[in-house]
């Protein structure tokens, strides 16, 4: 399992990607207000959903994108419809560095 941890101030834009059937990285700690996005570089189609229906990509080709922003504090599950054992997390936090 793949993890990263980001630990900023300020929110920002982080990419994950969709390679070789899995969400890479699977595990990502991220502060509020930050938007995800997820680029399939699979060669063939792929796609995301939350496990609480909160987000959905719909069926990504190769080289598409999808862009989900995480407002609210929580631990968001997400897995792919066409390969469901594929699985990953956001964790969204109030992220203070001093």
């Known amino acids: ?11 920002q ?3 994950l990607l969709y390679k070789i059937e899995a ?7 991220v502060p509020v207000n930050t938007t ?9 189609t792929q796609n995301l959903v939350s ?3 909160l987000f959905e990509s ?7 994108s999808f862009n989900y922003t ?9 897995h792919s419809n066409i390969h469901p054992n594929i699985k990953g997390s956001i964790n969204c936090k109030n ?4």
């Open 1 to 11: 399992m793949e993890y990263q941890d980001v630990h900023l101030n300020n929110p």
């Open 23 to 29: 969400f890479s990285p699977s595990t990502l700690i």
């Open 95 to 98: 992220i203070s560095i001093n």
């Open 58 to 64: 719909g069926n990504l080709s190769n080289g598409q």
């Open 36 to 44: 995800v996005t997820w680029i399939n570089k699979d060669p063939v």
């Open 51 to 53: 496990d609480t229906g």
């Open 70 to 78: 995480f407002n609210q504090t929580g631990s968001y599950h997400y």
């Open 13 to 15: 834009t982080i990419q």
